[in-house]
């Protein structure tokens, strides 16, 4: 069996500290040694044997808007398999704005990708914020570094690196135009484009109504039987990037709607 050990640090800085006092940090060390393992190991930098290694360092912002249903976790998966291999939560308690290292050691070939993803209990893939793809590194001596910086892992933050840029951003707003049908929906700018805001397609449907997923344009376009609502199919470029994760992905945007408040 694959031994997987994983090795957890926290840097978390007291509450917004002022310039001076950005040196003072707590530190948390969660070691961990997952599957077969019962020793716990200091170091996992220094790996003896096989397997790649990922290092993810981010400083999460909006962790704290997830419920135990699901988590923010670095987790390996194998292609095709929606379930994950191996996932190492990160704490949903971990304070906004804190710097965040996780290392997976010694990762076995089952596992193609390693991905920043939103994941349930049951270890399935809701969606993805950022991933490792292993098939293109041939060394496994080397470490693999997921440098994301400020990360917005809420559910929100989710759909942006998830869905929108991945999906739409291309059409809506991402070579630097208005966006087809003057929607953009790059960073920063897709929120204020999307809620509460009228249709220019749909006469008097909003594009999305705080609060309200089923009569939001943007749930009803992607939904099954949604094909055909305007010019482009919204739901074919919908199942096209998610095909493992397609309904995890329309229950994301959902729970997102119905938690706007008003
Ligand atoms: C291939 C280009 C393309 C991609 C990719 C694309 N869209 Fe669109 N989108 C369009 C076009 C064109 C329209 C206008 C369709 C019409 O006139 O009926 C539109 C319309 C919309 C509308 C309705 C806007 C309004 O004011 O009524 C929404 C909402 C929308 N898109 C969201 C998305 C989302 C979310 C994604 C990513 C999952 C996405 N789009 C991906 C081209 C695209």
Known sequence: MKRVILFFTLHSSLFVPPKWATGVFILFTFLLAACDSGDIEEQSYSTTEGGYTVKLTATLTGIDSWDNKYAVSLAGFTTGDNYAQVVRIIPNTT????RVEVVFSNIGDNINTVELAITNRLRERIITLARVNLDDYDNKKDTIYMDLGVTDVSRFGALQLGLFNMACIQCHGGNGGAGA??????????????????????????????????????????AEGGENMLHVNHTEILSNQFRENLNEVRQLIDEWIERIEN
Do not use: C, I, W, Y
């Open 95 to 98: 304070p906004d704005s804190t």
């Open 181 to 222: 049908a003057g929607l953009n929906l790059t960073e920063g700018r897709s929120f204020a484009n999307l809620v509460n805001v009228s249709s220019t397609r749909k006469e008097g449907m909003m594009r999305v109504v705080g609060g309200n997923a089923r009569e939001s344009l943007l749930h009803q376009m992607m």
